[in-house]
């Protein structure tokens, strides 16, 4: 850990395996921009799609006309890897065997599989270092959407009714079964997957067909899940032992759910609503769900927790997502600016949360 008054090493870590690999970038690119270099002396460790590390520099990122798809991870010659080293966290580089730099922290800002599910997470814990965001077991929940639902309902979090279907099933019976309890229409996704990836609307059987395919594409396991009619409702959380959630803020938008474009690609396919217009007593009862979903789900650090609030007022937790997108229209840090912490001042706070919860456990028997 950085000695007092130097700077603390964070190492950046963007791109990754899965198919949210441009999101990861578009989100990095705004961390890198807001981090206080005064304060931090960030690494950039861009991670290609094989999985290989790379130490890359702020100008090896593109970014053109904001499109995802057109944003490319620039390797670089410097392969490496992070392996405890007498007892620091250390990126050594592959080649010949040298070590690139100590590192204080991690920031993995990684979406999806191989990034938010606990990988990266579990690296860190062996690599003894602090790691901002939820542990291995929060992120690991917060990835499978399944999973998640089934201890929110648990613990008496209303959730759309939902069940999940495996690869290999006999898919005549699991559509059966999907009518039968859930009806139609209903939203087929990937269970482990993020940002609208995989998933789709089912009318009837023949997009059920198409949409369970699709679905089967990214991920073994699927989830079904009843439509909510609802306003989509989101809070931002933040902390560990004693977390805080900000004001809530409302999507809207014309399309039948919050796509990838509407969130990624097309500032104008979308409105916020931040803070959302609803009255003060349901915003309590939003903020006191957000907060509980965080704590059942062992959620830390950070995490946007997705509801839907119908027009009798119930609430429905939709999903949690532990490494939330960090773009210039990402509804994380426009919620929590509208909540009195800006940018900057929000990458700091994670940090210090990682740096708070790493000196805890290490000091732990």
Not at 81 to 108: C, E, K, S, T
Not at 132 to 139: N, P, T
Not at 191 to 215: D, F, P, W, Y
């Amino acid at each position: 850990m950085a000695k007092l008054n130097e700077k603390i090493t964070v190492a950046i870590l963007f791109g990754g395996r899965s198919a949210e690999h441009e999101v990861s970038l578009q989100s990095a690119i705004n961390v890198i921009n807001a981090i206080d270099s005064n304060k931090y002396d960030p690494i950039l460790v861009g991670i290609d799609r094989n999985g290989t590390w790379y130490l890359d520099e702020q100008s090896q990122l593109l970014l053109q006309n904001g499109n995802p798809d057109w944003l490319a991870l620039q390797k670089s010659n410097a392969e490496i890897m992070l392996a405890p080293v007498r007892g620091h966290a250390q990126l050594v580089g592959l080649a010949n065997n040298a070590g690139a730099a100590n590192i204080d922290v991690i920031f993995p800002v990684l979406h999806g599989p191989y990034g938010e599910d606990g990988s990266v997470q579990g690296l860190a814990r062996l690599a003894n270092v602090a790691c901002v965001g939820s542990g291995i077991l929060g992120s690991a929940i917060g990835m499978d959407k399944d999973v998640a639902k089934r201890l929110l309902r648990a613990d008496g979090i209303p959730v759309a009714n939902f069940m999940a279907v495996r690869r290999g099933s006999n898919s005549t019976e699991a559509m059966t079964a999907i009518e039968t309890k859930l009806g139609y229409p209903v939203f087929v996704k990937p269970a482990n997957m993020g940002s609208s990836v995989g998933i789709s609307k089912a009318s009837n059987r023949a997009e059920l067909a198409t949409a369970l395919e699709l679905a089967f594409a990214y991920d073994v396991k699927v989830l079904i899940e009843e439509t909510i009619v609802g306003r989509e409702i989101e809070c931002a959380v933040l902390g560990n032992t004693n977390p805080r959630c900000s004001v809530p803020g409302e999507i809207i938008t014309q399309d039948e759910f919050y796509s990838y474009t509407a969130k990624y690609v097309d500032e104008k396919a979308t409105a916020l609503a931040i803070p959302a217009d609803v009255e003060p007593a349901t915003v309590e009862r939003l903020q006191k769900i957000a907060l509980q979903a965080f704590t059942t789900l062992e959620a830390n650090g950070m995490a946007r927790v997705d509801m839907f609030l119908t027009k009798d007022q119930k609430i429905y937790v939709n999903e949690i997502n532990t490494i939330p997108g960090f773009t210039k229209i990402s509804m994380y840090p426009k919620l929590w600016e509208a909540s009195g912490i800006s940018y900057t001042e929000l990458i700091d706070q994670l940090i210090t949360l990682a740096i708070e919860d790493f000196t805890v456990r290490s000091a732990l028997k």
